[in-house]
């Protein structure tokens, strides 16, 4: 041991060795996002071989304490080593975890129940859940509506009927359905093609109104002219 670090300073001090690390994840030429999660850093990492880099740049830069960590705490290997100090809820593969561009919070896009997010293509960017359903972010909203336009092949999943009437959209008389029943068979593209062949230049959104696993049922919104 050197440089009088002794066990018990390194057993005191995980929160700094936790802050080297982040420091060194910050500055590190591994392809990773530090993004937050319930207030607390949260690193987006691309695949393990980021973890190898980070871990290399972190034994270059604080080898005393690399060799005294391990010992320490009986871990021979660098992932395990990166998991123990950073936190093993407070990191994952971006396959998994996604940061949204308004908030910059992390949010994981794993959920059956319902859609976590928006991809934004036109500006290569995604939206969490909990940003579109939040009526103050009234543009990102806007944008969202506006990608689903006269687009039979997906529907609004984050704003309620109530936030379409105020984003200016309303609603259209007809009620349709699919399913697995006889004569539940109403075909988005079919539907859209009809609204576009009365009015050309209208813009309208599908809305599902209730989904389940024998059918779905749902309805079109159309924008209103501008004034
Ligand atoms: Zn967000």
Redesign the pocket.
């Known amino acids: 041991m050197k440089e009088g670090i002794t066990m018990k300073d390194l057993t005191m001090t995980d929160k700094i060795i936790k802050e080297m690390m982040m420091r060194t994840i910050n500055e590190s030429q591994a392809d990773v996002t530090v993004s937050v999660m319930n207030d607390e850093p949260f690193i987006i990492i691309t695949s393990w071989n980021d973890i190898d880099i980070i871990m290399n740049e972190f034994k270059n830069q604080y080898e005393n304490i690399y060799n005294l960590y391990q010992k320490e705490n009986d871990i021979t290997d660098d992932q395990k080593m990166f998991e123990s100090i950073v936190g093993y809820d407070s990191y994952g593969f971006d396959d998994e975890y996604m940061e949204?561009a308004?908030?910059?919070?992390a949010?994981s896009n794993q959920n059956y129940h319902y859609a976590t997010h928006w991809t934004d293509y036109e500006n290569g960017q995604v939206?969490?859940r909990?940003?579109l359903e939040n009526k103050e972010n009234k543009e990102i909203r806007l944008d969202y509506l506006e990608s689903l336009v006269n687009n039979p092949n997906s529907a609004n999943a984050f704003i309620p009927p109530w936030g379409l009437i105020s984003l200016g959209y309303k609603q259209m008389p007809d009620l349709y359905e699919s399913g697995l029943h006889r004569g539940m068979n109403d075909d988005p593209k079919k539907i859209m093609k009809e609204l576009l062949g009365k009015n050309p230049s209208g813009k309208f959104i599908f809305q599902i109104n209730n989904m389940n696993p024998f059918q779905i049922s749902f309805a079109v919104w159309k924008k209103e002219e501008d004034q």
């Open positions: 949204c308004n908030c910059n919070n949010f939206i969490c909990h940003c």
